[in-house]
């Protein structure tokens, strides 16, 4: 387990330093490279979970991000059909969310009139904050929309868990949903529109979004 959480540290650090001097190839490789040692990292942790229902959840969540990090990442290296790669990347994160809240429900419990409106408030907020800095979603809007819904949702029920008492359990799945979170608005900023930081953006974006994975992984191991 040791071994796998340095390959995957190690991996993440050489996609991070290295990801604007090798070619699109390359970076790609590297960026899946990383993925893979994630779930790696998230399966072997399964295995050391005392809730092995909870466990083989948020692999499966794990599973499906693997699939979007390829698709997205297709879309440098096959241009030609880069909406379709777009698509099925946001389709497959959008599954992963799916998996990672069913998981965090069984620890939240909340009712319906409560989570649902506040999914509901996230969601709002974030379409006028997308409106407000001018984001331009073009063909996978709806998609994109659905997707905000089930990330309010995700968020909702990550931060539910805090309803049964403040535990390591609580701030690693809460926190690795914000980042996880976080981490898609700043790609909305450099998938969408044009900005002046990107280099900036893209370095954040990529620590945002293994550390939001990292510790939704590592709490197999406090639930």
Request: net charge positive; glycine share 6%; with cysteine.
């Amino acid at each position: 387990m040791v071994f796998i959480f340095a390959l995957f540290l190690i991996s993440w650090l050489l996609y991070l330093v290295f990801y604007f001097k090798l070619n699109r190839t390359q970076v790609f490789l590297l960026k899946m490279l990383t993925s893979i040692f994630l779930l790696l990292f998230g399966i072997i942790t399964c295995f050391r979970s005392k809730s092995p229902e909870y466990a083989l959840i948020i692999v499966l969540g794990l599973g499906f991000g693997v699939g979007g990090d390829f698709f997205l990442g297709m879309q440098r290296v096959d241009r030609k059909r880069k909406q379709l790669h777009l698509m099925l990347g946001i389709l497959a994160f959008f599954c992963g969310h799916i998996f990672y809240l069913l998981a965090f429900q069984k620890y939240a419990e909340l009712p319906y009139y409560i989570y649902f409106p506040i999914a509901i408030i996230i969601m709002l907020l974030s379409w006028f904050f997308i409106r407000f800095q001018k984001i331009e979603l073009r063909k996978v809007k709806y998609l994109s929309y659905a997707y905000l819904f089930i990330s309010a949702l995700f968020l909702t029920f990550a931060f539910g868990t805090f309803k049964n008492g403040i535990k390591p359990f609580s701030f690693f799945v809460a926190f690795g949903a914000l980042s996880f979170s976080a981490s898609d608005y700043v790609l909305s900023f450099l998938y969408f529109r044009s900005v002046k930081r990107y280099k900036t953006l893209k370095y954040i974006n990529i620590i945002l979004y293994y550390l939001g994975q990292l510790l939704i992984s590592a709490s197999m191991l406090f639930v």
